[in-house]
């Protein structure tokens, strides 16, 4: 863990340095992608010792597949060995070499190694193997038209500021941002001379980088101070279960799920900022003409925190992998894409029971809380007061929901977990069921989203 933040703090200062004296006008492609793989090389190394073999090894396996492999059939056979590699490597993490899942181990880079030659290997295929009818917008703007060099696939894979932490990101941003033009892409799509400019403005990610170094601080802080003193455990300890009633036991999982969040929105924020700080990650201007740098943030913690529906809640916490989820799964799979998704998701995560009581409760509950808002939403939209009150009846619930989900992805094993819902009567999964009983569902089907997706292309192009 020292190795850790040692590695990730350097690596924020190598970024300032790859900006300056770096940058595009000052270094060719080639330059900075080489420096990008050798620095990310040395922070593996030097973070996992002779571990860090797994993720060279995985990377050259595909890098041969990629090259080899048929169009129509690269990314399935990218996934299939990405994933087999990496749930062999925590099988033996856990089985064979007895690593705990707190330390800092070398599963974490192959899990946003795995994300990126997926994703890699996905658009690949939609750019060379399949028509632009047959593709959303958003496959249509990622597809990649040409298999990448050894060096672009390297740096894409192992670049020093993403290695560690991630977080994953698609390969035409990257290099795009490599060669320069990730920036002005973006600024393009705003009219500067209405808005008075004679040229491009040239944003800088030196405010964003501060602020989310803040952010870092204030999280490090509460880790130190909150979450040791709120453990998990508490909640199926003896004597707590015996003296306290029901609600408050549903106050204090609230505390605790609380108490374990400062710990991800730190290695989360830093790790967006590193890659703010080497000039990667902007995303446009808004409304308002600010300019952003969320294109790689992996949490909106105001709108975790205020989260009134359980998709909100999953959609704003480790972004990134949602859409990466999104991208090699949920669009591509011919049924029952939701069930899909959290498996995939709970696969990718490891072998702990308690990821798959986890995403397989999460299913439960995302099915009833989707037909809970189809059904009943329309009905309290107005007055506001009515509004107001259905917020913070869905924000409660929410909430509650949340905690009661993830908690066997903390507690990890079987015991625990069953120990935990029976303290609690298992009560969300009885609801759930009872809402999909009694309530009417309206699923999309996969033939409806391609259609939907279809027209939304039709619509740009007619643009």
């Given amino acids: 863990q020292i190795n850790f933040v040692a590695c990730q703090l350097f690596a924020l200062l190598a970024a300032f340095w790859f900006r300056i004296y770096l940058s595009p006008s000052h270094a060719s492609s080639a330059v900075r992608h080489a420096f990008a793989t050798l620095f990310g090389i040395y922070f593996a190394v030097f973070c996992f010792g002779w571990y860090s073999i797994h993720l060279f090894v995985l990377v050259m396996m595909n890098y041969g597949i990629m090259n080899l492999a048929s169009i129509p059939n690269i990314h399935r056979y990218s996934f299939v060995v990405a994933m087999g590699y990496l749930t062999l490597c925590h099988i033996s993490r856990i089985y064979i070499f007895h690593y705990g899942i707190l330390t800092t181990d070398f599963s974490g880079p192959l899990m946003i190694i795995t994300q990126k030659i997926t994703t890699l290997a996905c658009q690949l295929h939609d750019g060379i193997g399949r028509q632009a009818e047959e593709l959303t917008a958003e496959q249509n703007r990622l597809a990649v038209k040409s298999r990448p060099s050894l060096l672009e696939y390297l740096s894409y894979l192992l670049n020093f500021m993403s290695i560690i932490a991630g977080p994953c990101s698609n390969y035409k941003d990257y290099i795009a941002f490599i060669e320069g033009r990730h920036v002005h892409m973006k600024l393009l799509e705003v009219n500067w001379k209405q808005k008075g400019y004679d040229r491009l403005p040239d944003p800088s ?259």
Avoid at 411 to 430: D, G, N, Q, R, W
Wanted: aromatic share 16%.
């Fill in 205 to 463: 990610p030196t405010g964003a980088v501060m602020y989310k170094l803040c952010i870092t601080l204030v999280s490090l802080i509460l880790f130190l101070t909150l979450t040791k003193n709120f453990p998990m455990a508490y909640i199926i300890d003896n004597e707590f279960l015996d003296k306290t009633p029901f609600l408050s036991r549903l106050g204090y999982l609230y505390v605790v799920t609380q108490a374990a969040k400062p710990k991800y929105y730190f290695a989360w924020t830093l790790a967006d900022a590193v890659n703010n700080a080497a000039g990667y990650g902007f995303s446009g201007v808004d409304e308002r003409g600010t300019f952003r740098w969320d294109l790689l943030s992996n949490l909106n913690i105001w709108n975790i925190e205020t989260a009134t529906s359980f998709k909100m809640y999953i959609e704003n916490w480790n972004i990134q992998t949602a859409a990466w989820l999104k991208r090699v799964c949920y669009d591509r799979a011919p049924w029952y894409p939701t069930a899909l998704t959290f498996i995939l998701s709970a696969l990718w995560h490891g072998i702990y029971p308690g990821y798959y009581f986890t995403f397989l409760t999460g299913i439960l509950i995302t099915l009833a809380a989707r037909a809970i808002r189809n059904n009943c939403r329309h009905y309290f939209l107005s007055p506001v007061p009515l509004k107001i009150a259905y917020d913070i009846v869905t924000w409660a619930v929410t909430q509650l929901a949340v905690c009661y989900t993830v908690a066997p992805f903390v507690m990890l094993a079987v015991e625990p977990t069953i120990k935990f819902y029976k303290s609690v009567y298992f009560h969300m999964h009885i609801l759930s069921i009872l809402v999909l009983l009694l309530l009417p569902i309206r699923p999309q089907t996969h033939s409806v989203r391609r259609a939907q997706n279809q027209a939304m292309l039709n619509s740009i192009k007619s643009k």
